[in-house]
């Protein structure tokens, strides 16, 4: 029914899209250590070739009842679930920063479970909702 | 047969179904922005700085869209040598490029209050502005590259690999640590957005939706007949 014109430009686009997909899986995998943004506390402590020296990012949940404000600095665990470290730093924080919520931490390792961080950012999760709903929800909780 | 019914069709469309088409899509924007800025609640945490998603959401979706149609169309066209395809792509484009655009400044605006930043290279942000950059390419090369021929094959082949990149946004946010927050609309799992919000959302993307189909239209027409003038020309 195709013609062979048809068959042979099918054949040749199929080809060359086969290819585009594996070198660009190729490079994405190549540079997995720089497409994300940031390290767990887990991922880290597994991690072997440790970069102290070298700005990383360290990501997770800002553990309940972990933060500690000293009037120069401020100290709060980075956990998830499984690890944690304890970041330390000195600056303004994001409106959105708080115990329990996400956050990365971007600086310098000292040891494997301390961090010394000079930039913080707040990451949010994908649930939205009025706050009567989530007021409900953690009545509901308790 | 296929290949006639196309253009006629278009030409023949009649301003009254463009007026309509402009009033329902007013309509849609007109109640989608007065329930997202003024009915639907704040969010818990986010508080009114939510209210950007209602934006943002339906730009980006109409980006990677418009993308992912002129993709295919590129394809089909090289394969199949369809000639209104190309037609197609490229009139998608433009509005496909705005809405990407729009989709990265609402999101840096978003990203301020939030994350405490305009601007990081995480997997999804950086491959979005990727996107545009693909948008800007593919404009580009039929606005600079004459002989029409030409301009078709390589603005194909930049929509055909651009498009690799669609599932990569898409997935970005599941496949590697990003400060970007996942996805909230799923195909396999129900909402994780409350249903105040995802109604004006909704409604918001209707609206955009028909935006685009509206600017598309109207430049798929002036497309086709700028295509047959030309052919006209060539003939006399």
């Known amino acids: ?142 | 047969m296929f290949k006639n019914f196309f253009p006629n069709k278009i030409l023949s469309f009649s301003n009254k179904l463009f007026s309509f088409l402009i009033v329902l899509m007013l309509l849609f924007v007109f109640v989608g922005l007065i329930y997202a800025l003024f009915l639907s609640p704040p969010d818990f945490i986010q508080g009114d700085s939510v209210r950007i998603m209602y934006v943002h959401v339906p730009a980006s979706f109409i980006a990677l869209g418009c993308f992912g149609f002129m993709g295919i169309a590129s394809i089909c066209a090289l394969i199949f040598k369809i000639k209104i395809l190309p037609l197609m792509a490229k009139s998608l484009a433009p509005v496909g490029s705005v809405f990407a655009l729009v989709s990265i400044v609402t999101g840096s605006l978003w990203g301020k209050p939030t994350w405490g930043t305009w601007w990081v290279w995480d997997a999804r942000l950086t491959s979005m502005l990727i996107l545009f950059i693909f948008y800007i390419a593919y404009i580009s090369v039929w606005k600079f590259v004459d002989n029409y021929e030409k301009a078709n094959r390589i603005s194909s082949i930049i929509a055909i690999i651009g498009s690799l990149n669609l599932p990569v946004i898409k997935y970005s946010v599941d496949w590697w640590n990003t400060l970007h927050q996942s996805s909230s609309i799923t195909l396999t799992s129900a909402p994780t957005i409350h249903y105040t919000m995802l109604i004006p959302l909704i409604i918001m993307l209707i609206g955009t939706i028909l935006y685009t189909l509206i600017v598309f239209l109207m430049r798929y027409k002036t497309e086709i007949m700028k295509f047959k003038l030309d052919k006209r020309n060539k003939e006399n």
């Open chain 1, 1 to 142: 029914m195709l013609s062979k014109k048809v068959r042979s430009r099918i054949v040749i686009l199929t080809f060359l899209l086969a290819l585009a997909i594996a070198v660009v899986y190729g490079v994405l995998k190549s540079l997995e250590e720089n497409v994300v943004y940031f390290f767990s506390p887990t991922e880290l402590y597994n991690k072997e070739d440790i970069p102290f020296n070298k700005k990383i990012r360290v990501g997770g949940l800002v553990k309940d009842g972990s933060i500690i404000n000293n009037q120069t600095s401020i100290n709060f665990i980075v956990t998830d679930l499984n690890n944690e470290i304890i970041v330390s730093y000195k600056g303004s924080l994001p409106n959105l920063f708080s115990e329990g919520k996400g956050v990365v931490a971007e600086g310098k390792l000292k040891d494997k479970k301390y961090f010394i961080a000079d930039k913080i950012l707040a990451k949010h999760d994908e649930n939205y909702m009025p706050p009567e709903v989530s007021k409900i929800l953690k009545k509901t909780k308790e």
